[in-house]
């Protein structure tokens, strides 16, 4: 007969995987990922280093599976804030906004990622989720790259992103994530070479965006 795993176990083994991410995450933040071991993190988590091995390999695949849940929730939070904004501009302008101050709200791990490790990988890996969505949003809203190469643009938008936030992650700018949110909504946007309308338009719809969530 084969092994069924109950429903208990799935929900155990969910709370344990959980658990270590949460440890990871905490000791990560306040001490670091190069001074954080593996066995400060399983203390944390009240387990194992045996029982943690049956859900990470090493610390490396904890930061991945960290940074790929990071990944996704903001996924997640762009998706929505833009599904509440009605098509056009403002869902660009609502996109890049909210990208931004997800990430800047909880820095830690997007920092160990792209700049206190090198693993060219992971950092490969975070540019190419970013390009993609914006990609896919070019390849649905045609008439925002209209005369423009659409992979070109992808890359574009997303490399001068991601350039200003390595810099913010680095702490080596003044500006507050709703600024440099802003900022970086109408940059895009101008970019793309829309009228100084249908950027104001956009803009505004973001502040009107902002305002509901508040």
């Keep these: ?66 940074f790929e849940g990071q990944m996704q929730e903001i996924g997640q ?25 997800v990430i800047l709200a909880q820095p830690e791990v997007a920092r160990i990622v792209l700049i206190e490790i090198n693993q060219p990988a992971l950092r490969e890996r975070a540019m190419e989720f970013f390009v993609d969505r914006a990609r896919r949003f070019f390849r649905v809203n045609g008439e925002f790259v209209r005369g423009i190469d659409a992979e070109l643009a992808a890359q574009a938008w997303q490399g001068a ?15 507050s994530a709703d600024e440099i949110g802003r900022f970086m909504a109408r940059w ?16 505004k719809t973001l502040d009107t965006n902002r305002s509901a969530r508040d």
Excluded: W
């Design 1 to 66: 007969m084969p092994y069924r795993t109950s429903r208990a176990m799935t929900e155990h083994k969910a709370e344990m995987r959980a658990a270590l991410l949460a440890a990871a995450q905490a000791l990560f933040a306040t001490q670091g990922y190069a001074n954080t071991t593996m066995q400060q993190i399983v203390t944390k988590a009240g387990t194992s280093i045996g029982n943690c091995y049956f859900y990470f390999p090493d610390k490396a695949a904890i930061l991945m599976a960290l």
């Design 188 to 203: 895009n946007l101008q970019a793309l070479g829309l009228s100084t309308d249908v950027v104001e338009a956009a803009m």
């Design 77 to 101: 939070t762009v998706d929505a804030a833009i599904a509440a904004t009605p098509t056009g501009g403002g869902q660009l302008a609502v996109a890049v906004y909210m990208g931004v101050v």
């Design 161 to 175: 992103l991601f350039q200003v936030m390595l810099t913010a992650l680095a702490g080596n700018l003044p500006n």
